[in-house]
């Protein structure tokens, strides 16, 4: 991978069980590859000594995720396909009914934007 980059993503959520804010502390690594058309970007959690934990937020220390984006036509018009991995520890456990709720609806507990 060629660019690399740090971040930080609070994820503020009303504070109530099972789910409290949240933030994560990750590294970006991506690649533009012109000749296959496609850009592939990797993320994982890492701790940084300029950022540390807040009181405020539980920190999410397992992050991964892996995205492939082909453009339509190319990088520099509007439109493109993307496959999204994502994994992290929520560090909480959902009731049973929550958990059933999740998968049988479709919904993504997804909390912090891709920038």
Known sequence: ?????LFKIMSTLPPQYPMYSRD???VRRYEVNLESNLMILVSRAV????VPES?????VHSYQSKMVIRPHKSFDENGFDYLLTYSDDPQTAFPRYCVSWMVS???HLISHLLC
Not at 1 to 5: G, L, Q, V
Not at 55 to 59: A, L, P
Request: charge should be positive; avoid cysteine.
């Open 105 to 107: 609806s479709g919904e």
């Open 47 to 50: 701790q940084h000594p300029r």
């Open 55 to 59: 009181q405020d937020y539980v920190r």
């Open 24 to 26: 994560y502390v990750y």
């Open 1 to 5: 991978m060629n660019h690399k980059y």
